[in-house]
């Protein structure tokens, strides 16, 4: 009975040391092949999602409407496009405003987003409030906090009258958040 082949399994010749630097040199050159290749994938793609984060965007005027559809003393929601979309922004590249003719030819615009977290406020008028649905915020009827979490008031669009078309400065959606 030989017990020396029970107990040792075959398991080949043992590699010498020059094999093993060898095979270490190739599983490095391995490894950093991998991370060129990922690299030379991964880069473009990275740069394309998130270059246009970094864009600066131009201000549009906007037209929203005949002077004449504008009822004074009435705050309507107002739609236009934003001015900077990004490729992958869907339906939030719908941009809106609050838009409210104080007097002939005097207009005020807010933006509808939340100073909070940027929620859609929503105009009261039998309460000349705007109200924020998400976290209870509510602004007075020229903007200003009146009560709850929004640390600022809403944001205000530039307005113009040119050709008795209502024209609202565009800009990126101003949206803050206390997190
Ligand atoms: S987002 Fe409006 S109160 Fe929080």
Redesign the pocket.
Known sequence: MNESNDSHPQSGPTPTSAEVTRRRFLEKVSVALGGVCAAMLGVPVVGFVIAPLFRKMKDRWISVGNTSEFEIGRTVNVPFPDPSPLPWAGITAKGAAWLRQDSSGQFTAFSVN?T????PVRWLPDADLFM?P????VYYQDGTVAA???PKPLVRFEVRVANDQVEIKAAAIPITTTL
């Open positions: 939340c909070h977290m940027g929620c924020c998400c976290h209870g915020g709850g979490p929004p």
